[in-house]
C-alpha cells in the first residue's frame, strides 16, 4: 500500500524545517564572512602573491622574483636586512618595556576598582577614557607635551626645580620611557575592562569561604583571584604582545623613529619600505615574517600559560 497524502506533505515539511535549521547558522554568518573573505582572506592571499614578485604599483609589469624577497632578509649585507632586524629589535624592546605594565598595572586597578566604594563608576570611566580616543589624537597630544623645547613636561619640571632639557622624544632611553609610558596610560583602560569581566565570574562564595578560614586579602589574592584569572590573564597577555609587536602610530607620531632610527618599528620599516620605496613585494615578504613571529610567539603562550579546566 502506498503512503497516504497526509503522510507525504508531512515528510516534505520535516525536510524544509531540517533543512531552514541546517541553513540557518550560516545565513547569520554571512555577513561575517562576506567581510572576512573581502577584507582578511582575500588580501593575505593576494600579499602572499605580491611578495613573489619585484612588485612597483606604479609599474605595468611586476617581475616573478620567487622567493628572493625572503631570502634577502636573512642575507648579510642586503639593502632590506640590516635596516629589517634593527626595527625588529626595536619591536622586541617596546613589547618587553611595555608589556609587563600592560599586564600588572591593569590588575591592580581592576582589583581597586572592583571594590564598591564611593565614585566607583565615575573612576572607571575615566581609566577607560583615553582608550576611545584615536593614536592620531594620542600621539599629537603627547608629542607637544613631551617637547624637549617646548612641551609642558619640560616646562613644569622646571618650575618645580627639576631639570627642564630632558629630551624625551630624541634621545634614548628617554624615548623609550616616552613610549611606553604614553602607551600604557592609553590602553590600560582596555585591559583592565577585561580584567574586571574576569573578576565578575569569580564565585563570591570562595572569598566568603577563605574569610572565615582566617585567609587576608593578600592570601585570598594569590589563592582565588590569581586563579580564576588565569584563562583571562593568558588573553590579555596574547592580545597586549600582539598589539605591542604591532605598534606603528606612537613612535611614528611622538618620536619619529628619533634618535636615528633607534624607535623605528617594524611596521614603520614595512610601511616606509612599501608605501615610500615603492618595493611593495620586499614590504609583504616582511609583512609574513613578522606574522610567522608572532603566531609563534602566540603559539606559546598558549602551550605554557594554557587553562585546563576540570
Not at 593568558?234 to 604591532?246: E, H
Amino acid at each position: 500500500m502506498g503512503q497516504s497524502p497526509a503522510l507525504d506533505t508531512t515528510a516534505i515539511k520535516q525536510k524544509r524545517a531540517f533543512s531552514a535549521s541546517v541553513l540557518t547558522p550560516y545565513l547569520f554568518l554571512a555577513p561575517y564572512l562576506v567581510l572576512f573573505c573581502g577584507f582578511v582572506l582575500i588580501p593575505a592571499i593576494f600579499g602572499l602573491w605580491i611578495s613573489l614578485h619585484n612588485w612597483n604599483y606604479l609599474l605595468p609589469n611586476q617581475t616573478f622574483v620567487g622567493l628572493q624577497n625572503y631570502t634577502d632578509l636573512f642575507k648579510e649585507g642586503s639593502v632590506t636586512s640590516g635596516f629589517f632586524w634593527q626595527s625588529m629589535l626595536n619591536t622586541l624592546i617596546f613589547t618587553v618595556l611595555s608589556v609587563p605594565f600592560l599586564l600588572i598595572i591593569p590588575l591592580i586597578v581592576a582589583v581597586v576598582l572592583n571594590q564598591k566604594f564611593p565614585g566607583q563608576k565615575v573612576f572607571r570611566a575615566l581609566y577607560f577614557a583615553p582608550y576611545v580616543l584615536g593614536v592620531a589624537v594620542i600621539g599629537i597630544l603627547w608629542r607637544y607635551i613631551l617637547d624637549p623645547n617646548f612641551g609642558l613636561l619640560n616646562f613644569y619640571l622646571g618650575k618645580l626645580g627639576l631639570s627642564n632639557s630632558t629630551p624625551w622624544t630624541t634621545a634614548t632611553p628617554w624615548a623609550w620611557f616616552s613610549l611606553v609610558g604614553v602607551t600604557v596610560w592609553w590602553t590600560l583602560g582596555f585591559n583592565t575592562v577585561i580584567y574586571m569581566a574576569g573578576l565578575q565570574n569569580i564565585d563570591k562564595v570562595l572569598y566568603e569561604a577563605a574569610k572565615v578560614d582566617g585567609a587576608n586579602g593578600w592570601l585570598r589574592f594569590l589563592n582565588i583571584t590569581l586563579p580564576g584569572l588565569r584563562p583571562v590573564a593568558l588573553f590579555v597577555l596574547t592580545i597586549t604582545i600582539l598589539s605591542s609587536a604591532n605598534v606603528f602610530g606612537q613612535p611614528f607620531i611622538i618620536t619619529q623613529g628619533a634618535p636615528g632610527n633607534d624607535t623605528r618599528s617594524a611596521i614603520m620599516y614595512i610601511s616606509n619600505e612599501g608605501l615610500r620605496s615603492y618595493r611593495m613585494g620586499s614590504a609583504a615578504a616582511m609583512s609574513y615574517i613578522l606574522a610567522i613571529f608572532l603566531a609563534l610567539i602566540s603559539i606559546v603562550n598558549f602551550k605554557f600559560f594554557s587553562y585546563k579546566g576540570d
